[in-house]
C-alpha cells in the first residue's frame, strides 16, 4: 500500500508516505492468529444475561399454546419497525417474542452511565414524522430512547402483542401444514404462518480470552449488563472504589468520562486508541419541528447515508463528525471508475482527517506521554468512530490512569485486579467494555435460535457448507415465508436504522401482498438468490480489500477471515441504492425473484 502512494506537496502538513509506514507499524502489533477466537463468552456465575435486573415482573408463566400470522423474534428496533410497517399495512395478529422484560433491545440491555446515539437522533430515531416526536438533543441519551421505542409501541399497539422474558430457541418450518413451529425457553408451543427474524447484532456479549476471569475477588460485568447494585444507580458507590475499565470503543468513550468523576480511582486498559472527534451536541432548536417539510426525515437519512458513502448532495444537512470527510463526494463519475484515484483521494483525505484527530489529542490531554498513547494510527472507518466532548479531558485528572498496553491487550486477570505490562493492578470493580460477538452473518449462531428450513438442514449448516445466500438481504432460499433483519447482503451505512427500517417497509409488503393474493408459500428463488449473492461478492470487494489494509477490529474479523466471509459483505452500492431497489421492485409489483409455491391450503405445489 506504501508504495502507491506518491508524495504529497507541502500544504497537507503530513507525509503520506510516512504515515502509513506508521499505520503498517501499529497494524503489525495488533495482528494475531486466533481472529475471533481470542474472546470468550460469559460463563457460569458471571453471565448474568439470564438474571434480568431492569425487569420489574417474574418472568414465570404458563407455556403457551397459539397460532399468530406473524411471528417476531426480537423486540429491539428491527422487531419494532417490522411490526409497525406490518400494522400500516393492516396486519395486525403479530406476536414479538422478546429476551427482556421491555422492547428496545440493544437499548433495553444497554443501559450503561453515559450511553447514548452517536448517529444524530433526527436521522437515527425512525418513524419521527409518524409519531410527531422530535427529540430534545442531536445526540439524545438512552432513556429518551427507550422512550421514543415505547412511543412506537404505543402507536402500533405493539404492547399487547408481546411475549416479554422469553427467548426463542428453534423455529421449524412445517411442510405439511404450512406454518413454522417455534419453541422457547417457556415450553412454548407457537404457530407462525411468517417469521422475521430480528435478532439484532449486538447481543451476545464476548469477553477477552485471558485467564483468571472467574478467580477475581471482587465485583465484575460487561456493559450489555451494568450492575447498578453494585455501583449504586447514581454510581455513588464508586466513591470508594478502585475501577477498572478494559476498553475504549464506543461504549468506553461514553463510559469513561462519567467513571472518572465518580470512582476513587480508575485505571482504563487500553489495547487500541479510540479515534475520537468533537461532538458538539445541543438541544434540538425550537424552530426545529417548524422548518421540516413532510418527508424531512427520509431525506435527511438518505443525505447522511450519501455524504458518508461519498455519493454528491447539495448540502449537508446533519453537518458533524460523521460526515465532515466529502472529498469522495467531489469526485466526478469519471473519477470515481479509476479505482487509482478514489484510492489516493480517499486515503489522503482520511490521513487529513485523522491529523485533526489526532491533533485535538494534543490540545485536550495536558501529559504529552499520555497524549501519544491516545492518538489513533489507521483509517477513520478501519473502527467504529467515535465521538465525545468529554473523554480525552478526562486523562488530566488525578484519579484517572490510562494503561496503554501498546496494542497487546491485558494479560490476565488475578483475584486482586488485573496485570498488564507486567504489573499488577489492585481493583474493587472490573468493568468488561469489550464488546460483542457481532452477528453479520451467523444469525443462528449468536442468536442462539435453530433455524430449521423446508429441506430440514439448519440455517447455520447451510450457511457454514456454502455460505450466506439471500435474496436482498431479506429473504432466504429454502427458508419460506420468513424474513432476516440484518446487515449481510444488505443495504448498510453508519446509521443503522436505515437498514432497520428499509427491511420493515419490505416485510409489511410482502406479507400484506401474500395475504392479500392468497398466496400461502413464498420463499426467495434459489437462482434469483444465487445471483444476488454474487453481486454482494462482487460489489464488496472493495470494502474487504480495504478492511484487509486495516487495524484489527470485529469489522474484519480481527484480521481472520472466517469461512465463506466474502458472502456476509453488504451492498457495494450502498445504502441509499438499496433503499431505491426495493422501493423499485415493490413498485414493480410482481413479487419477481420470490418463488411461490403454494396459492392455497388445498392447491397442490405449484411454482409460479
Ligand atoms: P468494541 O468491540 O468496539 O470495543 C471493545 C474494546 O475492548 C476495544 O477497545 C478492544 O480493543 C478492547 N479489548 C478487547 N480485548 C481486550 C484485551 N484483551 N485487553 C484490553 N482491551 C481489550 O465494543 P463496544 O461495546 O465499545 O462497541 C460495540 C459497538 O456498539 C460499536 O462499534 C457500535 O457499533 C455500538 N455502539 C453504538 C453506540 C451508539 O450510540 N449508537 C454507543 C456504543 C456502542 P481493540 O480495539 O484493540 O480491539
Redesign the pocket.
Same mark, same amino acid.
Given at each position: 500500500m506504501a508504495e502507491t502512494l506518491t508524495a504529497q506537496p507541502a500544504p497537507l502538513g503530513f507525509d503520506p508516505q510516512e504515515l502509513m509506514v506508521k499505520y503498517t507499524q501499529e497494524r503489525a502489533k /495488533?495482528l494475531r492468529q486466533d481472529g475471533m477466537d481470542q474472546?470468550q463468552e460469559l460463563k457460569g456465575a458471571f453471565n448474568r444475561l439470564d438474571q434480568d435486573t431492569f425487569a420489574s415482573t417474574s418472568s414465570r408463566r404458563e407455556p403457551l399454546n397459539k397460532d399468530v400470522t406473524v411471528l417476531i423474534i426480537g423486540g429491539g428496533y428491527g422487531g419494532l419497525l417490522a411490526a409497525a410497517n406490518l400494522a400500516k399495512k393492516g396486519i395486525s395478529d403479530v406476536m414479538i417474542v422478546e429476551k427482556g422484560a421491555g422492547f428496545g433491545g440493544t437499548w433495553y440491555w444497554n443501559q450503561y452511565p453515559g !450511553? /447514548?446515539?452517536?448517529?444524530e437522533s433526527y436521522v437515527y430515531l425512525p418513524l419521527l414524522e409518524e409519531l410527531g416526536y422530535t427529540p430534545k438533543e442531536k445526540y439524545v441519551a438512552g432513556p429518551d430512547i427507550l422512550q421514543h421505542v415505547e412511543l412506537i409501541a404505543k402507536k402500533y399497539q405493539l404492547k399487547g402483542k408481546a411475549l416479554f422474558q422469553t427467548i426463542v430457541r428453534s423455529t421449524t418450518w412445517n411442510d405439511a401444514e404450512n406454518h413454522w413451529n417455534i419453541k422457547t425457553d417457556h415450553g412454548d408451543d407457537l404457530r407462525a404462518r411468517y417469521v422475521v427474524a430480528a435478532t439484532g447484532i449486538?447481543h451476545k456479549p464476548k469477553l %477477552?480470552g485471558?485467564p483468571g476471569i472467574e478467580t477475581f475477588k471482587g465485583e465484575s460485568f460487561h *456493559?450489555t449488563h451494568w450492575n447498578y447494585d453494585v455501583t449504586g444507580r447514581s454510581l455513588e458507590k464508586l466513591a470508594n472504589m478502585r475501577v477498572a475499565n478494559? $476498553? *475504549? $470503543? !464506543? *461504549? #468506553?468513550i @461514553?463510559t469513561i468520562p462519567i467513571l472518572g468523576e465518580k470512582a476513587k480511582q480508575l485505571y482504563v486498559? @487500553? /489495547?487500541?486508541p !479510540?479515534s475520537v472527534n468533537v461532538r458538539n451536541n445541543r438541544p434540538t432548536p425550537p424552530d426545529f419541528e417548524s422548518s421540516c417539510t413532510p418527508g424531512w426525515q427520509q431525506d435527511r437519512m438518505k443525505n447522511f447515508n450519501a455524504i458518508i458513502t461519498g455519493l454528491p448532495f447539495e448540502k449537508d444537512l446533519v453537518d458533524d463528525g460523521w460526515t465532515d470527510n466529502k472529498a469522495m463526494s467531489f469526485l466526478s463519475a469519471e473519477e470515481k471508475r479509476d479505482p487509482a484515484t478514489v484510492g489516493q483521494v480517499m486515503m489522503v483525505s482520511d490521513m487529513a482527517k485523522m491529523e485533526r484527530i489526532r491533533a485535538r489529542v494534543d490540545e485536550l490531554v495536558e501529559d504529552k506521554e499520555t497524549a501519544e498513547k491516545l492518538k489513533p494510527w489507521y483509517s477513520s472507518m478501519c473502527? /467504529?468512530p467515535c465521538f465525545h466532548d468529554e473523554y480525552l479531558q478526562m486523562f488530566n485528572r488525578p484519579n484517572v490512569t490510562l494503561v496503554d *498496553?501498546d $496494542?497487546k $491487550?491485558?494479560e490476565r486477570i488475578t483475584e486482586n485486579g488485573i496485570i498488564a505490562n507486567g504489573v499488577e493492578y489492585p481493583v474493587d470493580l472490573i468493568v468488561y467494555? #469489550?464488546?460483542?460477538y457481532i452477528s453479520g452473518g451467523q444469525i443462528s449462531q449468536t442468536s442462539g435460535v435453530e433455524i430449521v428450513g423446508r429441506s430440514g438442514v439448519p440455517l447455520a449448516q447451510q450457511w457454514d457448507e456454502v455460505g450466506a445466500k439471500t435474496l436482498f438481504g431479506v429473504h432466504i432460499p429454502d427458508f419460506p415465508n420468513f424474513f432476516t433483519v440484518n446487515t449481510t447482503q444488505a443495504g448498510v451505512a453508519a446509521n443503522f436504522m436505515w437498514t432497520l427500517a428499509t427491511a420493515g417497509r419490505q416485510i409489511g409488503y410482502v406479507v400484506s401482498e401474500c395475504e392479500k393474493r392468497g398466496i400461502r408459500v413464498a420463499e426467495a428463488d434459489e437462482a434469483a438468490a444465487a445471483r444476488w449473492t454474487e453481486a454482494i461478492v462482487a460489489s464488496s470487494k472493495p470494502m474487504f480489500q480495504f478492511f484487509t489494509t486495516c487495524t %484489527? #477490529?470485529?469489522y474484519n474479523g480481527e484480521q481472520k477471515m472466517t469461512k465463506h466471509m466474502e458472502k456476509l459483505g453488504t451492498y457495494g452500492a450502498g445504502a441509499n441504492a438499496w433503499g431505491q431497489l426495493l422501493e423499485d421492485w415493490r413498485a414493480k409489483d410482481d413479487l419477481e425473484g420470490l418463488k411461490i409455491i403454494k396459492k392455497t391450503d388445498t392447491e397442490t405445489d405449484a411454482e409460479a
Open positions: /495488533r474472546y !450511553a /447514548r446515539c452517536d448517529v449486538l %477477552p485471558v *456493559t478494559i $476498553g *475504549t $470503543g !464506543a *461504549t #468506553s @461514553q486498559f @487500553q /489495547r487500541t !479510540a473502527k /467504529r *498496553t $496494542g $491487550g491485558v467494555a #469489550s464488546g460483542f %484489527p #477490529s470485529y
